[in-house]
C-alpha cells in the first residue's frame, strides 16, 4: 500500500523530468529560432505542468494526508497535462524528423517519413498505456 501512495506522489515529478529531458535532447542541433520558440513553448509548458500540480496537491490537502479523495483532483489534472506534453513531444518528434527527411535524397526521404510515421503510431500506442499506468494511479479504478 505504502508504494501505491509513494506512485501517486512522485508520478508528476516523474512526467516533469522524463518531458524535459525528451524535450532538451530534441532540440540538440536545432538553429538559436527554433531553440528559442520551440524551446520556449517546451519550457512554459512543464512549468505550468508541474506549478499547477503542486498547488492542486497543496489546495486538496495531498500533501498533510495522502487519501483516494485527495488525490483525485491531482489526477484530474496530472492526465490532461500528460496528454498535452505527450502530444507537444509527438510534434516535435515528427518536425524533427520532417526537416531531416527534406534535406535527404528522395528514396531516403521517403525512408525518413515512413519511419516517421511508424514511430508515432507506436508511440501513439505507447502513450495510451503509459496514460493508462497514470490514470491508475491516481484514481481507484481503471478508466
Given amino acids: 500500500m505504502i508504494g501505491i501512495w509513494k506512485g501517486r506522489f512522485i508520478i508528476d515529478y516523474l512526467i516533469f523530468v522524463v518531458f524535459t ?3 532538451w535532447c530534441l ?6 529560432l527554433e ?25 486538496s490537502g495531498f500533501f498533510e494526508e495522502r487519501t483516494l479523495e485527495s ?7 496530472v492526465a490532461p497535462g500528460f496528454i498535452v506534453l505527450g502530444i ?7 518536425y524533427r524528423c520532417v526537416k531531416a ?3 535527404k535524397q528522395s528514396w531516403q526521404r521517403w525512408g525518413l517519413i515512413f519511419f516517421d510515421i511508424l514511430f ?11 496514460l493508462f499506468i497514470v490514470a491508475f494511479t491516481y484514481f481507484p479504478f481503471a478508466p
Fill in 71 to 77: 488525490s483525485e483532483p491531482v489526477g484530474q489534472w
Fill in 35 to 59: 531553440k528559442k520558440w520551440i524551446g520556449g513553448i517546451g519550457g512554459l509548458l512543464a512549468v505550468i505542468f508541474i506549478i499547477v500540480s503542486q498547488i492542486i496537491k497543496f489546495q
Fill in 21 to 23: 529531458l525528451v524535450g
Fill in 88 to 94: 507537444y513531444l509527438l510534434i516535435m518528434i515528427n
Fill in 120 to 130: 508515432s503510431l507506436i508511440y501513439l500506442w505507447v502513450g495510451t498505456f503509459a
Fill in 27 to 32: 532540440l540538440i542541433g536545432s538553429s538559436k
Fill in 101 to 103: 527527411a527534406l534535406n
